[in-house]
């Protein structure tokens, strides 16, 4: 069993997050664009201190059908 440590990460995997206006441009390249709702959604999730999990619950009730 690998070790994982307090960041609940396991030692031996590599992951790497990147901040959004890199996220922004690596989409540009794939011609995705944010729309201005989703960047106010996130301006929001930011102001009210939203968790990674609470984020992603409000988008997927807000833009799944």
Do not use: C
């Not at 995705?32 to 984020?55: M, P, V």
């Amino acid at each position: 069993m690998k070790k994982v440590s307090q960041q609940g990460q396991a030692e031996n995997s590599h992951s790497y997050t990147i901040g959004r206006q890199a996220f922004a441009k690596i989409s540009a390249v794939e011609g995705i664009r944010l729309t201005q709702e989703l960047r106010k959604d996130f301006q929001a999730f930011e102001q009210n201190g939203l968790s990674h999990k609470e984020r992603r619950q409000v988008i997927t009730q807000k833009y799944t059908r």
